[in-house]
C-alpha cells in the first residue's frame, strides 16, 4: 500500500497519526510538493480527481481518497487500537465529535490561511473577510472545546480518538493562522499536552 | 426515540431519507423553527450545544448531533439494508463520496445559501462574495458529477447509499441558490429522476 501527501499539511498527518496508533507501518509514502502543482498532472487526477492528498493506493491500484475514508478503511481492516468507537453509541459519539472538530475548527483553520495568505492564489479565489471570518469561528470553537474539556480528558467519551486527532493538527496548524491557546483556556491547554505527549503526534 | 428537527431544512431531510430506506418507523419528530430561534434557548443548547438540527434524543435522554454520527448510529445497530457499505473497500468508497458530496456540493450549497439571502443575518456575518464562490463551487461539483454518472447509476459503487442521499438532499435545496441541472448534464439528470423516484425522496 501507497500514501501520497505531503508532509506539513494537515490532512495527511491526520492520517500519519491514525497509523502510529494503530502500530500500522507498512505503508510506503509518497511525497507531493502541492504548491508546485504535482498534485495538477493528468496522472495523479486519475488517482485523486479533485486533486487532493492524501491518497491511499492499494496494492491493485485502487485509490481511496480522503482522510477520513481512508481511516476508516484501516479501522475496518483493523479494527484493534480502536479510534472510532465499538458500540454503536460510541461511533456515533465518536463521529459527532469528529464532525465538529472537522466543521467548525478543522476547515475553518484551513480557509483562514488560505484565504488570508495568498498560499493557493494562483489556482483559488481568495476571500480575505471570509478568511477572517473563519479566524473567529477557530477561536469560538476553541472556547467550546476548553469548556468541554473542564470535566474531561479527552474529547469523544472517556480515550483518545479520531475527534483528538482532528483537534491536534488543526492546533498545531494554526500556528500560520497566529491563533494558539490562551491563558485562560487552561482545560484546552492540559488537553493538547496530554495528546500532544504521545508518541504518535510525531508522525 | 426522538428527533429535533426542521422539516424544510436540507440536513434534518438527509435523516428522513435514511431512516425511510432503512424502514425505521418507530420515531417522534419535534419540528423546532430555527427563523425564530427556538434552536436557541438554553434548553435546546443541553440537547445541541452548537444549537444545530437535527438532534436524536435516545430514551435515556441521551443526545447526538450531526447527521453523519445519527445515520452511523442507525445503520451500525440495524446494519440491514446497508447505505454506509459493508467490506472495509466497500465502507471506505461510500465514505469518501459522502464527503466529496458533503464538501464540495452540501455545504457550499448551505452556504451559498446564508451568505447571499441574509435568511440568518441576526446571528451569521452574511459575505456576499463568498457566496458567490460557493455558487460557482456548486456547479463545478455538479460538472464532475455529470461525467462520473456517465458509467454508472449511482454515486459510490453499485447500490443506493448515503453518498447519493446527501447529493439529492443538496441537489434539491439548489432551488433556493437557483441552481438547477442544465440540458447539457444528462447523465446527472437521469440519476435525479433514478433517486428522487425512490418512495424515500418524499420523507
Given at each position: 500500500m501507497k500514501i501520497y501527501e505531503m508532509k506539513i499539511a494537515p490532512n495527511p498527518r491526520r492520517v500519519r497519526i491514525f497509523l502510529a496508533e494503530k502500530e500500522i507501518d507498512n505503508i510506503e509514502f509518497v511525497q507531493m510538493d502541492l504548491q508546485k502543482g504535482e498534485n495538477l498532472s493528468e496522472e495523479f487526477r486519475k488517482k485523486s480527481p479533485l486533486t487532493k492528498v492524501p491518497v491511499l493506493e492499494l496494492d491493485d491500484?485502487?485509490?481511496i481518497c480522503e482522510t477520513l475514508a481512508i481511516c476508516r478503511y484501516f479501522?475496518?481492516?483493523f479494527p484493534e487500537k480502536s479510534l472510532m468507537g465499538k458500540s454503536p453509541l460510541e461511533k456515533a459519539n465518536i463521529e459527532m465529535w469528529q464532525r465538529w472538530v472537522e466543521l467548525?475548527?478543522?476547515l475553518p483553520t484551513g480557509m483562514c490561511f488560505q484565504h488570508t495568505s495568498g498560499y493557493f492564489k494562483d489556482r483559488m479565489n481568495p476571500i480575505k473577510a471570509w478568511g477572517e471570518e473563519c479566524h473567529s469561528q477557530v477561536t469560538k470553537f476553541m472556547t467550546f472545546m476548553n469548556r468541554?474539556?473542564?470535566t474531561r480528558d479527552y474529547l469523544a467519551g472517556d480515550a483518545f480518538s479520531i475527534a483528538d486527532i482532528t483537534a491536534l493538527c488543526a492546533m498545531d496548524f494554526n500556528r500560520v493562522n497566529d491563533i494558539s491557546i490562551s491563558d485562560d483556556q487552561p482545560h484546552l491547554k492540559r488537553w493538547y499536552q496530554l495528546v500532544s505527549s504521545r508518541p504518535s503526534a510525531k508522525a
Open positions: 491500484g485502487q485509490c479501522e475496518e481492516r467548525y475548527f478543522f468541554h474539556l473542564a
